[in-house]
């Protein structure tokens, strides 16, 4: 008994704890997991009471839109509390199915949902997986209690959360044919039931379910198939290595309890394999096919693995009992090793993911995006765009067509009224918009006004260079020539910049960094010697440059490095590399290379080579810039003339 009540105080203070702690990081972080797809259903959910078809939305999973549309009405944070708030019942429910299954110490059931690193970081987002994750863990509860027509009941809603639980629909029919539980069976479909009614009244058609399928089988935009242990091999994002190991272990001792003695065990183990175990592997094995196949849209989103990590963990328990059980002699090593093991997972959480939660590359340009758009001549103008995070930031109504028009499957150049303003983006522009760069940019109607690019390169869906165009519509009898107006404002970026800083160093002398004995007048662009790498020079001299030094204003900062290369052969190999790199006093943050075999060298004559680099922001004076070159293969060749020019720009 004192047990017991030991363990009801500590349960509760876990979910407070958690609680705190979830709201706590929600609050603090301005990003989400999950892109996009985040924007959306806020946007349906938010705006579904002005627009009630939008609370039979298909895409936006109509269950979920019920549920979460209250939250909503309190903006993005409040949608956010609507996760959190499932994520802890389901935490609850889970912990109740364990200690229903004898699972012991079922209070480690809340560290291994909650940290289990795909499921913590998408606590903190508007997305569906948390909810068809409690749906399904609800269900398997009410089996297990033997409250089979609720079991039934609620799982018949879990399609309406995310599409492709359908999955689970013939796995509980099986279980409840195997307990024959004939009467649970038809309430299976009693949620699919009530929402082809309610549709079928409201589209006037009964058939809604099926000609509104939001994913194609072949989907025109998502069809780069991937390899089919993709899930797999990213498992570590997914569970982490010591929910790996349990989750092993709890495959074996389900499986060997299929053979106890004792019916009871054999027959319960025989139902946590149906009803645990094949919905897992069930899902997990259709999602690797998806991908593998490039079916349903499927792109390989570690975070679609969400829904199933309260089933899973089940699992991870039931590995866990088997150590504990043979601890059980040693009750102070049975709290020591369920602390180290909570430890361990939580540790891997916090590794894996960064919390709180920063805003993605894109969204990082799409809210600079906003800003300038806040603050121009056309801040007043209508605009179409095809990203929905761009009217998020803009805190623009999505569903105002006088104020915005979502471009999505519209072609865009016959559709744009005359002085609108078009913010073409390259993620959702040519692909789930079919409208390539140069359909817009090659149209005289359409005056190029911005362009934005991110700091850094991003690589977005497609392979494309991720950027956002701002256009304005011309009136008729007007044109633009954009690739020269493209010309012009990527001349006044570069005017933009100027030098703050330069170092040079032409190797006649020695210095910090300089090992005399490698300079020599064997070869020299320039005065009378040059620094010779060789079988003993892993790093060339270089500059280390103080972040402090740099931080004159409040612009963005581009290196521009220059310098004389000599070598008397080929360099076929990916090594050596001239480096730039931010680093601070634990690692770099910022590390830019290119390797001399790509710059094509030729031979036995001094090669002039250039690289310029813009930095990432500089996240503390004390940190430092560091250039030189990388050669752990240890060439032969000469440097001579090094170069680093420091130069930062007017524009934040």
Request: charge should be neutral.
């Amino acid at each position: 008994m004192p047990d017991q009540k030991i363990e009801k105080y500590f349960t509760f203070f876990l979910l407070i704890s958690l609680s705190v702690l979830f709201l706590t990081i929600s609050f603090l972080s301005d990003g989400y997991t999950g892109g996009a797809d985040n924007i959306n259903h806020y946007f349906i959910a938010r705006y579904s009471f002005q627009n009630p078809e939008l609370f039979l939305d298909g895409w936006g999973r109509p269950f979920y839109t019920i549920l979460s549309s209250p939250f909503a009405q309190f903006g993005f944070d409040g949608i956010k509390v609507f996760n959190i708030i499932i994520a802890l019942l389901t935490l609850w429910i889970s912990y109740l199915t364990a200690k229903k299954l004898g699972y012991s110490p079922s209070v480690l059931v809340f560290v291994m949902i909650s940290f289990a690193p795909i499921y913590f970081i998408m606590i903190f987002t508007a997305l569906t997986e948390i909810l068809a994750g409690f749906m399904l863990i609800l269900s398997v509860y009410f089996f297990f209690r033997e409250k089979y027509i609720w079991s039934a009941v609620v799982l018949s809603f879990i399609y309406f959360a995310r599409a492709e639980t359908m999955i689970f629909y013939p796995i509980f029919l099986v279980a409840f044919f195997l307990k024959k539980q004939y009467r649970a069976i038809p309430f299976l479909f009693s949620g699919i039931l009530l929402f082809t009614i309610i549709g079928g009244i409201f589209f006037k058609d009964f058939l809604w379910l099926v000609h509104r399928f939001p994913y194609p089988i072949h989907s025109t935009t998502y069809k780069e198939a991937g390899p089919l242990l993709h899930f797999f091999n990213h498992r570590d994002m997914i569970f982490g290595l010591p929910l790996e190991i349990l989750l092993v272990i709890g495959f074996i001792v389900l499986f060997f309890r299929l053979f106890s003695k004792k019916e009871v065990t054999r027959q319960q183990s025989f139902f946590e394999l149906v009803l645990i175990l094949t919905p897992f592997v069930g899902f997990f094995a259709m999602h690797s096919i998806l991908y593998w196949k490039a079916l349903g849209g499927s792109v390989g989103y570690y975070r679609v693995m969400t829904s199933v990590i309260p089933l899973s963990s089940l699992i991870c328990l039931k590995g866990y009992s088997f150590i504990d059980e043979k601890l059980g002699p040693m009750p102070w090593m049975r709290y020591l090793a369920m602390a180290g093991i909570s430890g361990w997972i939580i540790t891997v959480t916090f590794k894996t993911n960064q919390f709180p939660v920063k805003p993605g590359d894109e969204e990082k340009i799409i809210k600079v995006v906003a800003g300038w758009f806040k603050d121009s001549e056309y801040a007043k103008r209508k605009i179409f765009y095809a990203d929905l995070r761009i009217p998020f930031y803009l805190d623009i109504n999505p569903y105002d067509i006088k104020r915005s028009n979502h471009i999505y499957n519209t072609p865009v150049l016959g559709f744009v009224p005359d002085s609108s303003i078009v913010l073409w983006d390259s993620h959702f522009g040519p692909n789930e918009n079919g409208i390539p760069r140069d359909s817009v940019l090659m149209n005289k109607r359409f005056k190029l006004l911005k362009v934005f690019e991110p700091i850094k390169k991003i690589t977005t869906l497609g392979g494309q260079k991720y950027e956002i165009l701002a256009f304005l519509k011309l009136p008729a009898g007007q044109s633009s020539d954009n690739p020269e107006l493209l010309r012009i404002l990527k001349q006044q970026e570069e005017e933009s910049y100027k030098e703050i800083k330069s170092f040079f160093n032409d190797f006649e002398s020695t210095g910090a960094g300089i090992n005399a004995s490698k300079l020599t007048t064997i070869f020299a662009h320039s005065g009378k010697q040059s620094y010779r790498m060789d079988d003993f020079s892993e790093f060339s001299p270089g500059f280390t440059i103080q972040c402090k030094d740099l931080m004159q204003g409040f612009g963005n900062l581009k290196i521009r490095v220059s310098l004389e290369i000599f070598s008397t052969s080929v360099i076929t190999i990916d090594q050596p590399t001239l480096v730039i790199s931010l680093e601070n006093t634990e690692k770099s943050y910022d590390y830019n290379t290119k390797t001399l075999h790509s710059m094509n060298l030729v031979v036995n004559q001094w090669n002039h080579v250039e690289e310029e680099v813009k930095l990432l922001p500089v996240h503390s004076g004390k940190d430092q810039l560091k250039v030189y070159i990388y050669n752990p293969e240890k060439t032969v060749f000469y440097i001579d003339d090094l170069k680093v020019e420091v130069l930062e720009s007017a524009d934040r």
